[in-house]
């Protein structure tokens, strides 16, 4: 028989293939160009439009090309001036009034004035507005105080609000309130959200789907110029890949690494950024029924979980322990007179015993996955031993994310005991006044799925939302941190500290405590 | 034969009615809704409400699912409210890429699994039968995506010889050296388990016809050994090998959504799968009907192929 020749002949082609292919320009692998950021991000955006997307992957983009009235301060959560150069509030706190920038032009060419703000709350806000069909718009909420937007002249412009909100400028420095080109919303309309157009430091040059957005320096910008010639942002969805690209050289800086792989980066070539921001991972506790109506048992479980060995051995030290509602990324309104729940079984196991909720059986929440999670999993199996270890029995019950949302968000009555949430918002009045408010029960359109109901606790928050005196505000904040810290309405566990690598040939970039990615400053050799 | 085809896609149009009817009862019965997925934590039953509404969903099902089929039959395959744009430009992009992908694994694991079938099946408990046996049952027993992280650590980290992911470069990439070097990994971690599948049953198929008379009179007759394998009896083999393809056709398709993801391709299966999470309702169904006519349309040309090849197949 007669095969040899030919298999031969085929191994020598198949060779000469493989040579080809391996012999050619080394030029996807080469570096990345100079004066080229290439940002490696978790997941293709939805669209650039900033009225119409709600997901940090997307907000990371935004920043960049637009910008709105105020923002948050560099470094820090607090508010100061962008596109308006300054403000005024009523007595009553129901007015603003804002001065705008003088000659600042959108990308399109068009100028940024009071008719252009007006343009951008009422697209958003009012449902007979021509250009409200280019939503839907689901952060408008975070406006819903605002009754009318007026043109007062060419370069101010005043908001009426419906009662006093004191977050509103904090929402206005919020991606949702990013100024878009009434310009550019007319001629897309649909599609704007494919072709932005801001006023700020980059240029939207080209989205090729799934592979690439690309910004552009903006010359023509009022501040000082991008370090950058141009930032691409690629979407790589898995985590494994995306440390990949970042060891392989095929992106400059990749966000959000996975904490097993941060010690792939420790040597020389990657720098690891950190910042605490203002995240908060607990556990929500069913205070209507069960074991956990009873506060002694909520502590006790506070007691019983050992959130250190969480964040060090879990989460690798990404994460530090949670002490109160109220993030420390808030430095302005967070309580630092309080001290975390510290990991002592043993008071636990007697609180427990005084309740008499001994081998009480709990069912528990835990989600696969999903935005501000962090390691869902493995960090419930954790808590689910350390709640054994002092004589529960725990049973878990594992939803993927949006399934989960669908049975936690309604409340927790007759299905779990405790579930696993986290949260992550640009202001410290959010999240207190939507999830531990008795005004806040699910049934009442409110995310308090373990029906926590402290009065004293409803009436700080109603007044700490509406005061305008930021140090009123905090002293407000302060106290109900205390207050609801001994409630123990959840299981403080986790304040999440982003990080990102860069390589060596990044230079000045930094990462702020809004999660936000600001590229302006950035150079790269 | 004109016959023939015409009455086989007759006979796909009830198969693809009964595509569209189980995908959209799939996404609609699965739960969360997309409002929730779009609003994260902020989803309050309030603004749930009223965003579905926006989003049209606040009609009954039946109602939704005949205005979905009635838009689709006029090429209306309606309009990504998580990608912002319309769902069939999405998926022929996309369809594109994982047409690039799954054909070269499919051409690669259609020749490789053939050829190693029939070397094997000729020289049956030799060396080459053995050597190949051997390998081809690593193929068929490492996952793909797990063969693919592999790869890329070795080839695209450690060595540098390839790109780890996308299907272009970013910069100074487009054309087709670009794109080969960016298909070799995933297109040769989507063909491993295929080709082990297609060397198997190649290797049975032409056994059994290497045992027929038609093969032995061949020989005796004097005609070279590798025609009688190569033109007698793999034309022979082939009846039975080319369902065996059509079959692989739909793994290498299917298996395209791991390594998508684990490759970053801009395919179609990372599309369902991020279009499922996000329940993004007229991407998921607008993709799987696409696919999924595809797939059958595929498979009718093969049973075309085979009658050509088989005339007792009755036409």
Known sequence: MNLTPWTRRGLFLAAAAVALIFGMPERATAQTPPGVLIVGQVAEPKSLDPAAVTAVNDFRILVNVYEGLTRYKSGTLEVEAALAT???????????????????????????NAEAVKFNFDRMLDENHPYHDTGPFPLSFFFGAVQATEVVDDMTVKFTLNAPYAPFLSNLAYPT????????????????????????PFTFAEWRSNEAVVLERNDAYWGEAAGTQAVVFRPITDSNTRVAEMLAGGIDLMVEVPPTSLGQFSGDGFSIVEQAGPHVWFLILNAKEGPFADKRVRQAANYAINKEAIVNDVLEGTATVAAGPTPPAFAWAYNDALDPYPYDPEKAKALIAEAGADGAELTFYVTEGGSGMLDPVPMGTAIQADLQAVGFEVKIETYEWNTFLGEVNPGLEGKADMAEMAWMTNDPDTLPYLALRSEAWPDKGGFNSGYYANAKVDELLEAARTATDQNERAQLYREMQAIVQEDAPWVFVANWKQNAVTSDRVENFGLEPSFLLHLQGVIKN | MG????????????????????????????????????????????????????????????????????????????????????????????????????????????????????????????????????????????????????????????????PVSGMYAIYGGGDISDLIRHLIMPALALAAVATGVV?????????????????????????????????????????????????QAGFVLSGAVYIEIVFQWPGVGRMLVDAILARDLLVVQGGVVFVAACYVLFNIAVDVAQSLLDPRIKT
């Open chain 2, 199 to 247: 060397a198997r049953l190649s290797r049975s198929a032409m056994l059994e016809v290497l045992r027929q008379d038609f093969v032995r009179t061949a020989r005796a007759n004097g005609v070279p050994e590798r025609r009688v394998i190569m033109g007698h009896a793999l034309r022979v083999a082939m009846v039975s090998i080319l369902p065996v393809l059509g079959i």
């Open chain 2, 3 to 162: 016959g023939y085809i015409l009455k086989r896609l007759i006979s796909a149009v009830p198969v693809l009615f009964g595509i569209t009817i189980i995908v959209f009862l799939i996404m609609s019965l699965i739960p969360g809704d997309p409002a929730t997925a779009i609003l994260g934590s902020y989803a309050t039953p309030e603004n749930v409400e009223k965003l579905n509404r926006e989003l049209g969903l606040d009609k009954p099902m039946v109602q939704r699912y005949f205005i979905w089929l009635g838009n689709m039959l006029t090429g209306d395959f309606g309009r990504s409210f998580s990608l912002n744009r319309p769902v069939i430009d999405e998926v022929l992009e996309r369809f594109n890429a994982t047409m690039i992908l799954s054909g070269t694994s499919f051409v690669l694991c259609s020749i490789f699994g053939i050829l190693a079938g029939v070397i094997s099946a000729a020289r049956q408990y030799g060396f080459a039968d053995k050597a190949i046996t051997f390998v081809v049952l690593i193929g068929i027993s490492v996952p793909s995506f797990f063969l693919g992280m592999m790869m890329i650590l070795l080839f695209a980290v450690h060595l540098r010889w390839l």
């Open chain 1, 177 to 200: 309130g990013l100024i878009v080109s009434p310009a550019a919303v007319e001629a897309h309309r649909m599609d704007f959200g494919r072709n932005p157009v801001g006023t700020g």
């Open chain 1, 86 to 112: 300054g403000w005024d509030i009523s007595e009553d706190g129901t007015e603003y009034t804002f001065t705008l920038r003088d000659g600042v032009s959108f990308h399109d060419g068009t100028p940024f």
